[in-house]
């Protein structure tokens, strides 16, 4: 709005009497100052900004003439590569051109309120008459009418056509119609809102901008592909650009220089557009003026694969040098590796000496502990095969008294028969575990739920008994998972259960609890009996080998229990109970489950 008002100005100007002329002011003998300004036909308030700007240049520099001049893109490109002006005032689409054949020097940056600095001023802002989604894609526009002010504007159409180029689309037959709106802005906002379907681009803070004003209702408009951030506060569709531009051509004066820098940076307008440090980052400038295939990289393949070069030289001269080390690293390391083959193969035969005796070595430990190993295993065979044995043996007899006084009934023979074989089973496998320990040297464990191991041991207890003796169980709801081998550890349990049943033989009501706890890391079985106990005997002698306190015993259950506890990475305790009887205490690691093991 101001610019109109500016042009006046300048035609009236030659009427007054204090007045020389629309572009000059004062008489100097210096030649006078040039600025050329890139014309877009939908950025009033930007040429607004450059006219309070060069009425304060001109005050500053009084007498000396300073005149600034409107050119079309190809215009100015041409005046600035023939020398022609002193500064330029662009957007940094044309400032990035402009780059790839002159070194400007940037002097300062038109800031827009909503904007964060001057390299976060440029977006477009796609729109359409209110949508029942409330948002739209540009996937969802495809094929639609638009409506533009100007093609050539950065805000106004290109910034629009690279995000469509970045979303796989091609900008020149995406649309179904483009047309220039060469009316105001607010015109083209109320044109979209009565073309059906139509699409309207607008540079990004127009449409906050028309709505202050009283122009348009914004209510009534979707923005397309809306984005938020980016260093621009108001609503836009698009990645966010660099701003305009004062530069100094390379031929200017440094002195001038500085006084035009300092009086643009000064002529601010409060709440407007203002003058504020240049932009410094023009990559994302350059990577869409690629993409769109305009500018200096239009139309000529070499150009584009020279201003590539161009942007990223420092880039290919650090790939090149890095190359270059590799290579000379490789020839580094062949010499060296030539040098030391015969230390090398020396080393080698040598350790390969050493790997051979090692192994002999550990073939000799395995050989030595796996005849200890059976000698282990063999006590116990020994220990755990004379109890089925007995007890076969016993109901055998049994069976021979009551045949010979003709007491001998069908279902009593049937029973002692049945744990007859259970017990013939039960050596059997004894015997088969020790055999295949002996010859494997290793037992193998398996995931295992507790409490199905001790209910097992149980039952096996409950057939092989000699009296009955009431056992209580009390296990969790859940499963207690252990890494065991499930036939020793079901034999130490059962032999713990015989030796309180032994215990409690002589009491009129004799009880075993068995109960089943877990803490964060352990489980731990815990056996009581209500016997007599052992509170004569130190609870250390008990898992003493040879040590016993019954009659005849071998004094070796204890102790192989313990060791096969420990083996697991357990503990076997013993204590007496504050009444009578005794309690035996078995702690075994619970089954870790890793999440590699999960996966």
Excluded at 212 to 231: C, E, R, Y
Excluded at 477 to 506: M, S
Excluded at 536 to 563: H, N, W
Aim: include cysteine; hydrophobic fraction near 45%; charge should be negative.
């Amino acid at each position: 709005m101001l610019r109109p008002l500016f042009l006046v100005l300048l035609w009236v100007a030659p009427l007054l009497p204090c007045a020389v002329s629309a572009t000059v002011w004062g008489e100097t003998s210096e030649p006078p100052v040039q600025i050329g300004a890139l014309q877009r036909s939908d950025l009033e308030e930007i040429s607004s900004q450059e006219a309070i700007f060069l009425d304060r240049l001109r005050r500053e520099l009084l007498p000396r003439q300073v005149t600034l001049q409107y050119y079309g893109e190809n215009d100015l490109i041409h005046m600035v590569q023939n020398g022609a002006l002193n500064f330029v005032i662009t957007d940094a689409a044309v400032y990035a051109s402009l780059q790839s054949a002159v070194e400007l020097r940037p002097l300062a940056g038109l800031v827009y309120p909503e904007a964060a600095d001057a390299d976060h001023m440029t977006a477009s802002v796609a729109f359409t008459a209110q949508h029942e989604a409330g948002s739209l894609s540009l996937a969802e526009i495809k094929g639609r009418r638009l409506f533009v002010t100007d093609k050539h504007s950065f805000g106004g159409f290109l910034a629009f056509a690279a995000e469509l180029k970045d979303e796989g689309f091609d900008p020149e037959d995406f649309f179904s119609d483009v047309s220039e709106f060469q009316k105001s802005d607010a015109e083209l906002v109320k044109t979209v809102l009565k073309t059906p379907g139509a699409v309207g681009v607008l540079p990004a803070c127009t449409l906050e901008r028309l709505q202050s004003a009283g122009f348009i209702d914004a209510a009534g408009l979707t923005v397309i592909n809306a984005k938020n951030g980016g260093g621009l506060t108001c609503r836009h569709s698009t990645k966010v650009y660099p701003g305009w531009v004062l530069a100094s051509l390379p031929s200017s004066d440094l002195g001038l220089v500085r006084m035009v820098a300092a009086t643009a940076l000064a002529a601010t307008s409060p709440g407007m557009l203002q003058w504020s440090f240049p932009p410094t980052d023009f990559r994302r400038v350059h990577n869409m003026l690629i993409d769109l295939g305009i500018g200096p990289y239009a139309g000529n393949e070499g150009k584009l694969w020279k201003g590539l070069f161009l942007r990223y030289r420092w880039w290919f001269a650090g790939i090149a040098l890095f190359m270059l080390l590799i290579l000379a690293h490789g020839v580094f390391v062949a010499w060296l590796v030539r040098t030391r083959t015969k230390d090398l193969r020396l080393s080698l035969l040598k350790q390969q000496k050493m790997t051979d005796e090692i192994l002999q070595t550990r073939a000799r430990l395995q050989s030595m502990e796996k005849v200890q190993t059976v000698s282990h295993m063999s006590t116990l065979f020994a220990h755990e095969l004379k109890q089925p044995l007995a007890a076969i043996r016993n109901f055998s007899l049994g069976l021979l008294r009551r045949s010979q006084r003709g007491e001998l009934d069908a279902e009593t023979m049937h029973s002692i028969l049945e744990k007859m074989v259970f017990l013939t089973e039960q050596a059997s496998n004894i015997v088969n575990h020790v055999r295949k320990y002996a010859k494997a040297g290793k037992t193998e464990r398996l995931r295992e739920d507790f409490r199905t191991v001790i209910r097992e041991a149980v039952e096996s207890f409950g057939k092989t008994a000699d009296f009955r003796v009431q056992v209580s169980l009390s296990l969790p709801l859940v499963p207690v998972w252990v890494e065991i081998n499930r036939w020793e550890i079901e034999l130490v349990i059962l032999n713990l259960i015989k030796n309180a049943a032994e215990a409690t033989h002589e009491v009129k009501k004799p009880k075993i609890e068995i109960v089943l706890t877990e803490d964060e890391h352990h489980a731990i079985m815990r056996i009581t009996d209500n016997g007599k106990g052992s509170q004569d005997v130190p609870i250390d002698e008990m898992f003493r080998p040879l040590f016993s306190t019954k009659t005849g015993g071998m004094g070796l259950g204890l102790s192989i229990a313990e060791s096969v506890a420990e083996s697991h990475g357990g503990r076997l305790n013993a204590r007496q109970n504050t009444g009578p009887g005794l309690t035996m205490e078995m702690i075994l690691p619970l089954y870790q489950v890793f999440p590699e093991a999960v996966d």
